[in-house]
């Protein structure tokens, strides 16, 4: 049997006092077994972070471990004087984390920090041979040009290349233990599936363990072997990837499996109809000016949607899908080409008519929080978008609760502030915000990739529903091919601006054309998982039941 | 570089065209000439006497003529004639801004150490008892202005203690008649410039970067010395090169109340005293300190954060 290198042992941490709950970390007992890929997921707020924050000492200074004790080799690192700490930090257990670029200092240049654990750790190795074992392990960690890259601040590399240096940096000492926090979330997909495909190459030749915390299954069941799953401070479930992934037991996994989308697509849109278009999109392109050049953001996007239908947008970030969004709606001038709504050209308004063409075609965006005014209330909002459109203020406000209630707030939302709200139920006042308009056309700009796993299906449920009902064009704009085939009537995948490919979902996803839409799915994380599906009855029950326990 | 260097001067040239032409037709409006020429030659002029000393003294030309007259002679090296003083500009202002410079020194030597210090110390650590105790302190310091601490520090250490001079005499310092104004200055400035630090490098603490660095293994100390500090110093930098040109006008009050004759002093009586000329040069003296100030923090600038790059 596999011997066991660290144990966690009765580890709870307490919140602040004025936190919605006691304890970041209760109660928790876990074992790391030697030379295993130990994944522990949860969502946001479940404690992934603190409790493997703690296994380095390194709590955020509001918070408190209380009690417990973290063995290793032997002794307890909560107990750990700081000099032994510091001598076994980067050494023997070493951290990666989730925003690359932010791990490394902006202004010292990458290879001198480096350089750094060397001093630090290996003190056999002569200060002038640092800079030589530094560009060793850069070439192992695969970056081009390592000794451009070793005179190079962060800002002048890539995300990818930043995390390939946060991570030579962490493997220097070739340490027992190597943390990963989240460590491709902030990445693109195909620059993930090559980190990830690193870190596991980099275990095969130096056999260490890795605590990998994630919140996305796609990449526990490409990596793990074993699976924690938390859930508000505690563990809820543990076991081999195959038994957690397949055959969970505990309600809340099972939820959290059923709501990890599948790689099918759902839609099959009517190729045939020939009804008036609720926007055409002709040629359009969007040309930026820099110093020394220009760049073609957006080049030739054409497309027709339908009421009704939906386009998924995908792409990797810097492809020009939030480009496209930003030029629908004119909150960027386009360069040049035409949209048309409703067979009206939109390009040609100015003034009075633009701004009641303005309704026709409306945004969801990204970030719950930051698109709402935090000053006004729910109700206030609704109604002020509805009297723009000259209803007066009662049956406005009718209106608004009919709204409210439609995307699952109930009447009290009426007079309460964004604070007052959790992310998801902000993305659903956005969405209320939205239709409140009467759109022909939502563009929706990566409206659930800030959102839970759970929450999100509710959410895209939602805008399914709301579809149905009131017939808008959606435009889904989405780096997750995994939601963009639960959603899309049709596909279109973009690089550097341009739509590379377009067709229906299931031509998109089962007989792609380009090549650089066949390296995405080839990288979309966990695509020969297929999680198992509870039937809708039963999973609105179990999350009622799990609900009722958490409140 | 080279080109980003040049194109601040003319910029510089250009605002000091602007600034000395606005200063220049502000203090040669005619009532103000008339007052001159009053106080000037003789206070029971009539009015045709007083018309005939304008136009003596080339104050009927054009203004556009008068200003290109003073520019010319001022691109010379020639700002003109003190009525007040009534001997040349030149003889004037740069004895003063001497004995000013001489002020600001000392006042730089000691601030910027110690509020950096102070900074530093009560930025590394937020929350602690050293960083309440240090902040307090420093707020304290600068929420007494200089006139009220001027005063105190009078009483305490001259007519109580009688250690130091409640006097400093211009050109002829000791530390003895030389401690309080200094005092005076830095005490207020030090708290301004601590909390500035203070608060950047609390900012830069809480950054990803010096977690990494942590959990590397490095010890504390180390952390700040080597990654905090200089990321947590860009903020304090700008504002450390903004207290130049205020300490030069800043010290008026400070210069006034110890009677120490510098260029505060002279902007004042100059002002006061209706003298042209020399109101003209500590403007554009003024000037010159800010927009060099500037240019130096935007090159400093360039150096401290690698993310920036000369345009």
């Not at chain 1, 926007?279 to 760049?295: A, C, F, M, P, S």
């Not at chain 1, 609704?382 to 608004?400: F, H, I, N």
């Not at chain 1, 959410?459 to 435009?475: G, H, P």
């Amino acid at each position: 049997m596999s011997t066991s290198i660290l144990k966690i042992k009765d580890l709870s941490i307490t919140l602040p006092k004025n936190a919605d709950r006691q304890f970041a970390v209760e109660d928790v007992n876990l074992e790391v077994h030697k030379g295993e890929i130990l994944c522990v997921v949860g969502e946001s707020g479940s404690g992934k972070s603190v409790m493997t924050s703690a296994i380095l000492n390194e709590v955020p200074g509001s918070l408190n471990i209380t009690s417990g004790s973290i063995e290793f080799d032997n002794q307890d690192i909560l107990k750990l004087p700081q000099k032994e700490l510091n001598e076994l930090r980067g050494a023997r257990i070493s951290m990666i984390y989730q925003e690359p670029m932010a791990a490394l200092n902006p202004s010292i240049r990458v290879g001198k920090q480096v350089d750094e654990v060397f001093a630090l750790h290996r003190p056999e190795i002569k200060a002038t041979d640092r800079k030589t074992e530094t560009l060793k392990l850069l070439e192992q960690m695969k970056l081009p040009t390592p000794e451009r890259i070793y005179s190079s601040y962060a800002h002048q590399v890539s995300g990818g290349q930043c995390q390939r240096i946060v991570i030579a940096m962490a493997l220097a000492c070739n340490p027992d233990i190597l943390i990963a926090d989240e460590p491709t979330t902030a990445l693109d997909v195909t620059t993930q599936a090559e980190i990830l495909r690193l870190i596991y190459d980099l275990k095969e030749i130096y056999n260490n363990t890795i605590i990998f915390i994630t919140h996305d299954f796609g990449v526990v069941a490409d990596i793990a072997d074993r699976i924690v799953v938390m859930c508000q401070g505690k563990i809820i479930e543990e076991g081999q990837k195959e038994e957690i992934l397949m055959r969970p037991k505990e309600p809340y996994t099972q939820l959290l499996v059923d709501a990890m989308p599948l790689l099918e697509t759902t839609r099959t849109p009517d190729q045939s109809r020939t009804d008036e278009p609720s926007v055409e999109v002709d040629n359009l392109h969007k040309i930026y000016k820099t110093r020394g050049g220009q760049v073609h953001a957006l080049n030739d996007a054409s497309f027709v949607l339908r009421n009704g239908e939906t386009l998924g947008v995908v792409g990797e970030s810097g492809s020009g899908k939030s480009t496209l969004a930003k030029t629908l709606i004119r909150l960027e001038e386009p360069t040049s080409g035409s949209v048309n709504i409703r067979q009206e050209n939109f390009l040609a308004l100015s003034g009075a008519d633009l701004i009641s063409s303005r309704q026709k075609i409306q945004m969801i965006f990204q970030d719950p929080f930051g698109s709402l005014n935090p000053s006004q209330t729910v109700g206030f909002m609704l109604m002020r978008s509805l009297e723009l459109q000259g209803k007066d203020p009662v049956e406005a406000k009718a209106r608004s609760l009919k709204l409210l209630q439609q995307v699952g707030l109930g009447d009290q939302a009426f007079n309460r502030k964004p604070r007052n709200f959790s992310g998801g139920q902000r993305q659903r006042i956005g969405i209320a915000r939205a239709l409140s308009m009467g759109p022909d056309v939502v563009v929706a700009d990566e409206c659930v990739s800030a959102l839970d796993l759970s929450v999100q299906k509710q959410v895209l449920l939602l805008l399914n529903d709301l579809q149905s009902t009131y017939k808008m064009a959606i435009i889904f704009i989405t780096h997750d091919l995994r939601v963009a085939a639960q959603v899309s009537d049709y596909i279109t995948v973009m690089e550097k601006g341009k739509m590379v490919e377009f067709g229906t979902a299931d031509d998109v996803f089962n007989r792609p054309k380009h090549d650089y839409t066949k390296r995405l799915l080839d990288a979309a994380p966990g695509k020969d998982w297929h999680p198992p599906r509870l039937d809708p009855k039963e999973a609105a029950e179990i999350a009622k039941s799990l609900e009722k326990s958490f409140s | 570089m080279l080109l980003f260097l040049f194109k601040r001067i003319i910029v510089l040239l250009l605002t000091l065209i602007c600034l000395s032409f606005t200063v220049f037709s502000l203090v040669t409006i005619e009532p103000n000439l008339k007052k001159l020429a009053l106080n000037q030659a003789n206070m029971r002029m009539e009015e045709d006497e007083v018309q005939s000393w304008l136009e003596k003294n080339g104050y009927k030309r054009p203004l556009l003529v008068q200003y290109g007259e003073w520019l010319g002679n001022a691109v010379t090296g020639d700002f003109g004639y003190s009525t007040h003083f009534r001997k040349p500009v030149n003889e004037v202002i740069w004895p003063k801004l001497g004995h000013t410079g001489i002020l600001m020194f000392w006042v730089f030597l000691l601030t910027i150490p110690i509020a950096l210090t102070i900074g530093i110390l009560a930025g590394m650590r937020e929350g602690t008892k050293t960083d309440r105790t240090l902040s307090i302190f420093a707020i304290f310091t600068t929420s007494v202005p200089p006139y009220v601490s001027g005063i105190l520090y009078t009483i305490i250490f001259s007519s109580w203690l009688g250690i130091f001079k409640g006097v400093a005499k211009a050109g002829n310092i000791t530390f003895e008649n030389f401690a309080l104004p200094v005092l005076t200055i830095v005490a207020y400035d030090i708290g301004y410039i601590a909390r500035m630090t203070r608060a950047s490098m609390v900012e830069v603490m809480g950054s990803q970067y010096i977690k990494t660095a942590r959990l590397k293994g490095m010890p504390f100390m180390s952390v700040v010395l080597k990654h905090a500090l200089r990321n947590a110093l860009i903020a304090p930098f700008t504002v450390i090169m903004l207290q130049f040109p205020w300490l030069l006008t800043g010290v008026v009050i400070v210069e006034k109340l110890f009677n120490y004759k510098g260029f505060g002093f002279l902007l004042v009586s100059a002002a006061d005293q209706n003298d042209i000329d020399v109101t003209l040069a500590c403007g554009v003296v003024a000037v010159v300190l800010v927009l060099t100030t500037q240019l130096i923090s935007d090159i400093g600038y360039v150096f401290l954060n690698p993310r920036i790059r000369f345009t």
